[in-house]
């Protein structure tokens, strides 16, 4: 199960439930991959719903690598996301704010 309190959101893919998590590590790839002006930048993209499929595959992306996945990017792409691009955008998004959000804490 997915620890919210630690920033975890699960997600399954090719039928394998994984934890994603964005590790400060998974976060500064994470802006390289999307040449970010900032972290700050692609959250707003998320809350204004300006993101692209390219957001979402690079955050679900970097959300594995800080949760240990080692696959190839190559798999990723190719990969079958139970719930299909919604439960991808909501994780992505989830993942964002569990990032930078303490669990229980309003805004």
Do not use: C, H, Y
Request: charged share 20%.
């Amino acid at each position: 199960m997915a620890n919210p309190w630690a920033g975890e959101v699960a997600l399954v893919i090719d039928g394998e439930r994984r934890v994603l998590k964005l590790t400060l590590g998974a976060l500064a790839e994470l802006e390289v991959a999307l040449a970010a002006d900032s972290l700050v930048a692609l959250v707003q993209r998320f809350e204004a719903g300006g993101f692209s499929s390219r957001d979402v595959m690079a955050l679900i992306l970097a959300g594995l690598r800080g949760g240990g996945w080692q696959g190839e990017d190559g798999v990723l792409m190719n990969a079958e996301i139970e719930g299909g691009p919604m439960a991808a955008a909501r994780a992505a998004a989830e993942l964002l704010a569990r990032a930078f959000v303490v669990p229980g804490e309003t805004g």
